[in-house]
């Protein structure tokens, strides 16, 4: 599996937009780029995946780049409740196994 | 509307006694996972499985284990706890091929 190199903390002001970065520089062909986030005490919550081309829900945005060995998380207007910590996981195929392999993640606080 | 729930929330229990942590889904899924998130630190995959009657081990399942008899449950067992194994434990659901894991709100147990 493709390892994944986040910066450890990043802080943004509220309403502003929050880019996350990811490297993933073995990712292989097959392989997607998910998105998760912990909020205190929570468990995670699934944000978005993506594959080759750039992803947006109502959640976030993701943008793959065309080597696809990096990405980067898009909040577009962040709010103090998006303050969590921030995973960038890689995982073969959907047909494959579905075990996900959580980092340290980045933490995001989001200042007022 | 569907949901994963955990119980208990918080657990104290004595160092070598059995202790079992539900976990029930009424998603439907067919895969169904076990973590642990020790303070300050990401999450590590326990077991998980894949169906009824199929069970893998996960990064870290020593002094643990579990058993699938339906598609809703997937109860973790500590079967002689140790203060090693104090923690949050969280469950997570998905479906066939999709990376995508909906989690549970955690319990938190205490081995003293």
């Known amino acids: 599996d493709a390892k994944t190199t986040q910066p450890t903390s990043m802080d943004c002001a509220e309403g502003r937009a929050a880019n996350l970065p990811c490297n993933h520089s073995t990712i292989s062909g097959n392989e997607y780029v998910y998105w998760y986030r912990q909020i205190h005490s929570q468990g995670p919550q699934y944000i978005i995946h993506g594959l080759k081309n750039n992803e947006t829900n109502e959640m976030a945005s993701l943008i793959i780049t065309e080597d696809r060995k990096s990405s980067t998380l898009i909040l577009p207007h962040a709010t103090l409740r998006d303050t969590a910590v921030y995973y960038c996981?890689?995982?073969?195929?959907?047909?494959?196994?579905?075990?996900?392999?959580f980092g340290t993640g980045t933490r995001l606080t989001v200042i007022p | 509307d569907a949901e994963i729930t955990q119980s208990p929330r918080h657990k104290i229990t004595e160092t070598g006694r059995q202790v079992t942590l539900a976990c029930h889904q009424t998603?439907?899924?067919?895969?169904m996972f076990w973590y642990r998130q020790d303070l300050g630190h990401g999450l590590r995959l326990i077991h998980y499985?894949?169906?009824?009657?199929?069970?893998n081990k996960g990064e870290v399942s020593d002094g643990y284990s579990v058993s699938r008899s339906n598609t809703e449950d997937l109860p973790l067992t500590l079967e002689s706890a140790a203060s090693s194994q104090t923690s949050v434990y969280f469950c997570?659901?998905?479906?066939?091929?999709?990376?995508?894991?909906?989690f549970g709100p955690g319990t938190r147990l205490t081995v003293t």
């Open positions: 997570a659901s998905s479906r066939t091929g999709s990376g995508e894991q909906y």
């Open positions: 499985s894949y169906g009824v009657q199929d069970t």
């Open positions: 996981i890689v995982l073969p195929d959907q047909t494959g196994a579905n075990n996900l392999f």
């Open positions: 998603w439907n899924h067919n895969n």
